[in-house]
T-cell receptor, first 111, second 115 residues
Framework: ELKVEQNPLFLSMQEGKNYTIYCNYS?????LYWYRQDPGKSLESLFV?????AVKQEGRLMASLDTKARLSTLHITAAVHDLSATYFC???????????FGTGTRLKVLA | EAQVTQNPRYLITVTGKKLTVTCSQN?????MSWYRQDPGLGLRQIYY???????DKGDVPEGYKVSRKEKRNFPLILESPSPNQTSLYFC???FGGGRGYNEQFFGPGTRLTVL
Protein backbone atom coordinates (compact mmCIF):
# COMPACT_ATOMS: atom_id res chain seq x y z
CA GLU A 1 0.00 0.00 0.00
CA LEU A 2 1.27 3.43 -0.87
CA LYS A 3 1.54 5.49 2.28
CA VAL A 4 3.16 8.66 3.47
CA GLU A 5 3.41 9.14 7.20
CA GLN A 6 4.38 12.33 8.93
CA ASN A 7 5.27 12.86 12.52
CA PRO A 8 4.60 14.54 14.67
CA LEU A 9 1.07 15.49 13.70
CA PHE A 10 1.12 18.46 16.03
CA LEU A 11 4.10 20.43 17.18
CA SER A 12 4.15 23.33 19.57
CA MET A 13 7.53 24.93 20.04
CA GLN A 14 9.09 28.01 21.48
CA GLU A 15 10.61 30.70 19.34
CA GLY A 16 14.32 30.21 18.87
CA LYS A 17 14.22 26.43 19.21
CA ASN A 18 15.12 23.82 16.60
CA TYR A 19 12.98 20.91 15.57
CA THR A 20 12.54 18.30 12.85
CA ILE A 21 9.47 17.00 11.06
CA TYR A 22 9.74 13.48 9.67
CA CYS A 23 8.17 12.07 6.54
CA ASN A 24 8.31 8.32 5.92
CA TYR A 25 7.04 6.70 2.77
CA SER A 26 6.34 3.09 2.04
CA UNK A 27 7.72 2.35 -1.44
CA UNK A 28 10.27 3.70 -3.85
CA UNK A 29 9.47 7.22 -4.92
CA UNK A 30 10.51 9.39 -7.83
CA UNK A 31 10.72 12.52 -5.77
CA LEU A 32 9.56 14.13 -2.56
CA TYR A 33 7.84 17.47 -2.04
CA TRP A 34 7.22 19.75 0.88
CA TYR A 35 4.34 22.22 1.03
CA ARG A 36 3.17 24.79 3.51
CA GLN A 37 -0.44 25.72 4.26
CA ASP A 38 -1.37 28.71 6.38
CA PRO A 39 -4.70 28.53 8.23
CA GLY A 40 -7.60 29.06 5.84
CA LYS A 41 -5.28 29.36 2.87
CA SER A 42 -4.07 27.31 -0.04
CA LEU A 43 -0.84 25.32 -0.32
CA GLU A 44 2.49 26.80 -1.25
CA SER A 45 5.42 24.77 -2.58
CA LEU A 46 8.54 24.82 -0.40
CA PHE A 47 10.91 22.19 -1.75
CA VAL A 48 11.23 19.51 -4.40
CA UNK A 49 13.80 16.81 -3.58
CA UNK A 50 14.88 14.86 -6.61
CA UNK A 51 17.46 12.31 -5.52
CA UNK A 52 19.04 10.51 -2.64
CA UNK A 53 21.04 12.84 -0.43
CA ALA A 54 19.34 15.94 -1.79
CA VAL A 55 19.35 18.86 0.63
CA LYS A 56 17.62 22.17 0.09
CA GLN A 57 17.47 25.20 2.33
CA GLU A 58 15.35 28.30 2.37
CA GLY A 59 15.69 30.64 5.31
CA ARG A 60 15.11 28.71 8.54
CA LEU A 61 13.87 25.60 6.76
CA MET A 62 16.04 22.79 5.45
CA ALA A 63 14.74 19.66 3.75
CA SER A 64 16.64 16.47 3.05
CA LEU A 65 15.94 13.13 1.41
CA ASP A 66 17.26 9.65 2.19
CA THR A 67 15.77 7.29 -0.38
CA LYS A 68 17.35 4.19 1.17
CA ALA A 69 15.63 4.87 4.46
CA ARG A 70 12.53 6.17 2.62
CA LEU A 71 12.71 9.22 4.82
CA SER A 72 12.60 12.95 4.30
CA THR A 73 13.09 15.52 7.02
CA LEU A 74 12.15 19.16 7.34
CA HIS A 75 14.38 20.85 9.86
CA ILE A 76 13.42 24.12 11.46
CA THR A 77 16.21 26.27 12.83
CA ALA A 78 15.58 28.98 15.42
CA ALA A 79 11.84 28.98 14.89
CA VAL A 80 9.91 32.23 14.58
CA HIS A 81 6.17 32.83 14.87
CA ASP A 82 5.81 33.33 11.11
CA LEU A 83 6.64 29.66 10.58
CA SER A 84 3.39 28.64 12.24
CA ALA A 85 1.51 26.66 9.59
CA THR A 86 0.70 23.12 8.53
CA TYR A 87 3.46 21.37 6.60
CA PHE A 88 2.78 18.55 4.19
CA CYS A 89 5.13 16.17 2.50
CA UNK A 90 4.07 14.42 -0.68
CA UNK A 91 5.54 11.99 -3.13
CA UNK A 92 4.92 10.86 -6.66
CA UNK A 93 4.79 7.17 -7.35
CA UNK A 94 7.33 5.62 -9.68
CA UNK A 95 6.00 5.25 -13.21
CA UNK A 96 2.79 7.18 -12.63
CA UNK A 97 1.84 10.77 -12.04
CA UNK A 98 -0.13 10.25 -8.87
CA UNK A 99 0.60 12.29 -5.79
CA UNK A 100 0.33 10.88 -2.29
CA PHE A 101 0.26 13.40 0.55
CA GLY A 102 1.03 12.92 4.20
CA THR A 103 -1.56 13.94 6.76
CA GLY A 104 0.35 17.08 7.63
CA THR A 105 2.16 18.48 10.66
CA ARG A 106 0.53 21.43 12.34
CA LEU A 107 3.28 23.63 13.71
CA LYS A 108 2.65 26.34 16.25
CA VAL A 109 5.52 28.58 17.27
CA LEU A 110 4.96 30.31 20.57
CA ALA A 111 6.42 33.73 21.24
CA GLU B 1 -0.16 37.29 -12.76
CA ALA B 2 0.49 33.54 -12.88
CA GLN B 3 -2.31 31.82 -11.06
CA VAL B 4 -4.77 28.98 -10.68
CA THR B 5 -8.35 30.09 -10.23
CA GLN B 6 -11.31 28.12 -8.95
CA ASN B 7 -15.00 28.92 -8.94
CA PRO B 8 -17.05 29.01 -6.91
CA ARG B 9 -15.06 29.51 -3.71
CA TYR B 10 -17.95 28.46 -1.52
CA LEU B 11 -20.93 26.31 -2.38
CA ILE B 12 -23.78 24.86 -0.38
CA THR B 13 -25.95 22.43 -2.26
CA VAL B 14 -28.34 19.53 -1.71
CA THR B 15 -27.91 15.84 -2.29
CA GLY B 16 -28.28 14.82 -5.92
CA LYS B 17 -28.06 18.25 -7.53
CA LYS B 18 -25.38 18.16 -10.19
CA LEU B 19 -22.62 20.72 -9.86
CA THR B 20 -19.39 21.74 -11.53
CA VAL B 21 -16.37 23.37 -9.95
CA THR B 22 -14.23 25.14 -12.51
CA CYS B 23 -10.44 25.35 -12.49
CA SER B 24 -8.33 27.44 -14.82
CA GLN B 25 -4.60 28.16 -15.03
CA ASN B 26 -2.74 30.74 -17.10
CA UNK B 27 0.75 29.21 -16.94
CA UNK B 28 0.44 26.83 -19.91
CA UNK B 29 0.92 23.87 -17.57
CA UNK B 30 0.45 20.37 -18.93
CA UNK B 31 -0.41 18.74 -15.61
CA MET B 32 -3.55 19.55 -13.64
CA SER B 33 -5.04 17.81 -10.67
CA TRP B 34 -7.91 17.86 -8.19
CA TYR B 35 -7.59 17.14 -4.47
CA ARG B 36 -9.92 17.05 -1.56
CA GLN B 37 -8.79 17.99 1.92
CA ASP B 38 -10.48 16.55 4.98
CA PRO B 39 -9.42 16.94 8.62
CA GLY B 40 -6.94 14.30 9.67
CA LEU B 41 -6.63 12.88 6.15
CA GLY B 42 -4.36 15.40 4.46
CA LEU B 43 -4.93 15.89 0.75
CA ARG B 44 -6.17 13.06 -1.39
CA GLN B 45 -5.94 13.13 -5.15
CA ILE B 46 -9.21 12.72 -7.01
CA TYR B 47 -8.22 12.92 -10.67
CA TYR B 48 -5.32 14.24 -12.64
CA UNK B 49 -4.60 15.12 -16.25
CA UNK B 50 -1.32 14.91 -18.07
CA UNK B 51 -2.52 17.00 -21.00
CA UNK B 52 -5.56 17.72 -23.14
CA UNK B 53 -7.84 14.68 -23.38
CA UNK B 54 -5.59 12.66 -21.03
CA UNK B 55 -7.00 12.04 -17.57
CA ASP B 56 -6.57 9.36 -14.93
CA LYS B 57 -7.89 8.41 -11.53
CA GLY B 58 -6.25 9.39 -8.32
CA ASP B 59 -6.90 7.72 -4.99
CA VAL B 60 -10.51 8.79 -4.46
CA PRO B 61 -12.23 9.17 -7.85
CA GLU B 62 -15.62 7.67 -6.92
CA GLY B 63 -18.49 10.10 -7.41
CA TYR B 64 -16.46 12.56 -9.48
CA LYS B 65 -15.88 13.22 -13.16
CA VAL B 66 -13.41 15.43 -14.97
CA SER B 67 -12.69 16.56 -18.47
CA ARG B 68 -9.76 18.28 -20.14
CA LYS B 69 -10.88 19.73 -23.42
CA GLU B 70 -8.57 22.73 -23.24
CA LYS B 71 -5.13 22.97 -21.73
CA ARG B 72 -6.03 25.75 -19.33
CA ASN B 73 -9.25 24.31 -17.90
CA PHE B 74 -9.92 21.25 -15.78
CA PRO B 75 -13.47 21.22 -14.35
CA LEU B 76 -14.55 18.85 -11.59
CA ILE B 77 -18.07 17.48 -11.96
CA LEU B 78 -20.20 15.94 -9.24
CA GLU B 79 -23.11 14.30 -11.05
CA SER B 80 -25.03 13.41 -7.91
CA PRO B 81 -23.38 14.92 -4.85
CA SER B 82 -23.73 13.22 -1.49
CA PRO B 83 -22.97 14.49 2.03
CA ASN B 84 -19.72 12.51 2.17
CA GLN B 85 -18.42 14.78 -0.59
CA THR B 86 -18.56 17.75 1.75
CA SER B 87 -14.96 18.88 1.75
CA LEU B 88 -12.42 21.50 0.77
CA TYR B 89 -11.34 21.05 -2.83
CA PHE B 90 -8.13 22.23 -4.40
CA CYS B 91 -7.10 22.37 -8.01
CA UNK B 92 -3.40 22.41 -8.85
CA UNK B 93 -1.21 22.61 -11.93
CA UNK B 94 2.42 22.11 -12.86
CA PHE B 95 4.75 21.68 -15.78
CA GLY B 96 5.19 18.11 -16.98
CA GLY B 97 3.86 15.50 -14.61
CA GLY B 98 5.87 13.47 -12.16
CA ARG B 99 8.97 14.02 -14.23
CA GLY B 100 11.36 16.89 -14.01
CA TYR B 101 11.15 19.78 -11.63
CA ASN B 102 7.44 20.13 -11.11
CA GLU B 103 6.24 22.02 -8.07
CA GLN B 104 2.49 22.27 -8.09
CA PHE B 105 0.69 25.60 -7.97
CA PHE B 106 -2.54 25.42 -6.05
CA GLY B 107 -5.77 27.29 -6.49
CA PRO B 108 -7.45 29.08 -3.57
CA GLY B 109 -9.79 26.20 -2.78
CA THR B 110 -13.53 25.57 -2.98
CA ARG B 111 -15.41 24.76 0.18
CA LEU B 112 -18.33 22.51 -0.69
CA THR B 113 -21.13 21.55 1.65
CA VAL B 114 -23.66 18.95 0.55
CA LEU B 115 -26.81 18.81 2.68
Amino acid sequence: ELKVEQNPLFLSMQEGKNYTIYCNYSTTSDRLYWYRQDPGKSLESLFVLLSNGAVKQEGRLMASLDTKARLSTLHITAAVHDLSATYFCARTTSGTYKYIFGTGTRLKVLA
Amino acid sequence: EAQVTQNPRYLITVTGKKLTVTCSQNMNHEYMSWYRQDPGLGLRQIYYSMNVEVTDKGDVPEGYKVSRKEKRNFPLILESPSPNQTSLYFCASSFGGGRGYNEQFFGPGTRLTVL
